[in-house]
């Protein structure tokens, strides 16, 4: 059930994602941004953690979960630190993501040359 | 005068026709991508005898490996050109954004190329998630008390 839930759900994100391109004259880069902001703000309430429950990897593929990762881990640190916790685990959840991009970008640059 | 309204017209009439034909396919790719996903964390849970959260930290660097890889191999932009959105929303897209930009200024050296503008395209995604899940979260700090 839980794959039945992902299909729809990650189908879903890159539908709207799709409809938005196609009538507007917004790029791939507003399209990503603006579901980042999405993820983030689903999370404050928890609402998107209940999504991740029930749809599993389908809500942690898409982009919208990176901002859900971030504002969870901001929150999480939140709770112990007070304000200054929201910058100190910013990255806490998202590091992996992040450096694993940074880090096969840079290697695989060494070693492919660009194609058109 | 002519030609040129022609063109209008034709450019207004064309990609209408395909708008559901692209909602559709970006659906699809989109859902198989998800299966994908939570297929990868049950695999890396059961063979690695982990739990479900750090098996999806597992899935995302192998979306992103794959991403980076096929980027490097010219074939994800030939994808992306059929199954647009499907593949530029999950985290392939961030990890092609990220690989092409430093593909594409590598040859201007490591510092200046590569460090300078590895973030060109996939730093929008990063700045702007930072600032929101700081707002979101300093709101719900200050509002509801955490």
């Known amino acids: ?15 709207i994602g799709q409809i938005i391109l196609d009538n507007t004259k917004l790029t791939p880069g507003h399209i990503t941004t603006m579901f980042v902001i999405i993820g983030a703000f689903l999370d404050i309430f928890g609402i998107y953690d209940k999504i991740v429950l029930m749809a ?19 929150m999480v640190s939140a709770f112990d630190y007070g304000v200054m916790g929201l910058i100190m685990g910013m990255f806490d959840l998202t590091a992996s993501g992040i450096s694993a991009a940074i880090i096969f970008s840079f290697f695989l640059s060494l070693i492919f040359k660009p194609k058109d | 005068m002519e030609k040129k309204k022609y063109e209008q017209l034709v450019n207004k009439h064309t990609p209408k026709e395909n708008i559901i034909v692209n909602a559709i396919i970006a659906f699809i790719i989109g859902g198989l991508m998800g299966i994908i996903g939570q297929g990868l964390i049950d695999i890396y849970s059961s063979i690695f005898s982990i739990s479900t959260k750090d098996a999806s930290v597992f899935m995302i660097v192998t979306l992103i490996f794959v991403g980076c890889l096929l980027t ?7 994808m992306v050109q059929f199954a ?13 954004a990220m690989m092409s930009a430093t593909l594409e200024y590598r040859k201007e050296g490591m510092i200046t190329g590569i460090g300078a503008n590895m973030f060109k395209l996939a730093g929008s995604v990063i700045i702007f998630g930072v600032v929101s899940a700081y707002v979101f979260g300093l709101v719900r700090l200050l509002i509801f008390g955490g």
């Open chain 1, 1 to 15: 059930m839980i794959y039945l839930y992902s299909f729809l759900f990650c189908g879903l994100i890159c539908m």
């Open chain 1, 56 to 74: 599993g990897g389908g809500a942690l593929v898409p982009i919208t979960s990176f901002g859900h990762l971030l504002t969870h881990g901001a």
């Open chain 2, 72 to 78: 490097c191999l010219g074939v994800f932009d030939k």
């Open chain 2, 84 to 96: 647009k959105c499907g593949l530029i929303i999950p985290i392939t897209g961030f990890a092609h």
